[in-house]
């Protein structure tokens, strides 16, 4: 199975700088560039960034890391979505989640009719694919309904759609609706748990979801882990040591990769960690360190 290795941004990097940072990963031969949903801060909205460094390059595959799908009407995420796929064949890679990592943004993304988070994005992701994947859609569920609708010719291949979560709900949303898993924050015995438990939900639903369609983001830290990252940890993880989850230093990024694809995970979005001096410095360091992994 291909090992890839994909990059974010720098957090706290404006959005006038993903020009920069995107010809920079493609000259440097990263497979991927991946941007992260983050509504109060200066980094570029997703899906703009998304047609942004696609139009800045040639070959960079783009992806979202991940946006947030509840709260966004499926028929304008299809229409987004098809038409990045006619200007970028085959470097378009959406990924969705549930809630915002932020919790002062979840205001952000009203949900239709006041509906459970989850289940609006059950229903949601039902929608997109049936739009990504025929010429017309008529479709009524319990929050959305459209007659007809049509988003323009469609990539000859469906685009694959991927999904983050790590909990008992995300896992059987990812086996029984999606193409592709992109988790945080496990460590790579849970992350082999889950994708064992996404291959039984996608089973019992008469599915299968690729075996290298299994992937996580690492946050990388330089010297220690920041204090901010340790404490959105421990609110999301409490009791587990900031460490295990997040490498300080390449050595101990590329132990832990290595330890993930032990897992069966192949797919991987590196992120700084904090801020750093310099985003061109951190993907050349990123290029010489990692790239190697990849097969």
């Not at 995300?170 to 496990?186: E, M, Q």
């Not at 985003?279 to 097969?295: D, H, M, S, T």
């Amino acid at each position: 199975m291909k090992v890839r290795i994909g990059v974010a941004p720098p957090p706290g990097d404006g959005a006038d700088r993903l020009a920069a940072v995107a010809g920079r990963a493609e000259a440097l031969g990263i497979d991927s560039l991946w941007l992260s949903e983050i509504v109060y801060g200066p980094s570029a909205e997703p899906f703009v960034g998304m047609a942004w460094a696609l139009a800045a390059t040639e070959r960079l595959k783009v992806g979202t890391g991940v946006a947030i799908l509840p709260g966004r009407h499926p028929v304008l995420v299809a229409k987004q979505l098809a038409t990045l796929a006619a200007l970028a064949p085959k470097r378009v890679l959406p990924a969705f989640g549930l809630l915002p990592a932020r919790p002062e943004e979840r205001a952000v993304f009203p949900l239709p009719g006041g509906g459970p988070r989850g289940a609006v994005f059950d229903e949601a992701m039902t929608l997109l694919r049936l739009l990504l994947r025929q010429e017309s859609v008529t479709f009524k569920g319990e929050f959305y309904s459209v007659s007809d609708a049509r988003v323009g010719p469609l990539p000859p291949r469906p685009l694959d759609i991927w999904l983050g979560g790590s909990g008992p709900e995300a896992l059987r949303r990812v086996g029984r609706l999606a193409d592709g898993w992109l988790a945080s924050l496990l460590t790579p015995r849970e992350a082999e748990a889950g994708r064992l438990r996404i291959q039984e939900h996608a089973a019992e639903a008469g599915r299968e979801v690729e075996a290298d369609h299994f992937g996580i983001s690492v946050p990388v830290a330089v010297d220690a882990v920041p204090a901010e990252l340790a404490a959105a940890v421990a609110r999301r993880r409490p009791g587990t040591d900031p460490a295990t989850l997040v490498p300080v230093g390449w050595a101990a990024a590329r132990d832990l990769i290595g330890r993930y694809v032990e897992a069966g995970l192949t797919k991987f979005v590196v992120r700084p960690a904090a801020p750093v001096r310099s985003a061109e410095g951190f993907l050349e360091e990123f290029a010489a360190e990692l790239k190697p992994l990849e097969n």
